[in-house]
């Protein structure tokens, strides 16, 4: 049975994961950014943003970045969600357009729970290829 650190872990993270998943599909980031404590940091595999990254404003640039990528925005199934006392990882594939291309990719991101704020971010990508 999941201790009470692991279920508001989990609703925690499920709120965060919702948040990301409109900002995807809207370019509205602001909800998930409030989520985000003061010394968050998040880490990506590629590109501009590669490796570690400090701070809520770092965030914020990332964010908008994707934002850009990706107009008019993503949409996202989510595949599986696993959970501890402090992290929630969801695993999902997410499809749209990237630079006006068709996209689609397997994607896992990882979210570091600390009280009702996101402390730390992971991201990995998968492989479905660029195909309709």
Not at 31 to 49: N, Q, R, T, V
């Amino acid at each position: 049975m999941p201790t009470d650190a692991q279920q508001h872990t989990l609703a925690v993270g499920q709120r965060a994961f919702e948040h990301f998943t409109r900002a995807l599909a809207t370019g509205e980031w602001q909800p998930f950014e409030d989520m985000l404590a003061d010394d968050f940091s998040f880490w990506f595999p590629i590109g501009k943003f590669h490796g570690l990254n400090v701070g809520k404003a770092r965030a914020a640039e990332f964010f908008e970045y994707v934002t850009e990528v990706f107009s008019p925005g993503l949409s996202l199934t989510l595949d599986r969600v696993t959970s501890n006392e402090t992290t929630v990882v969801f695993e999902f594939r997410d499809e749209g357009q990237m630079w006006g291309e068709p996209y689609k990719n397997r994607i896992a991101v990882s979210f570091d729970i600390r009280d009702d704020k996101i402390v730390a971010y992971r991201e990995y990508l998968g492989s479905d290829g660029k195909s309709n």
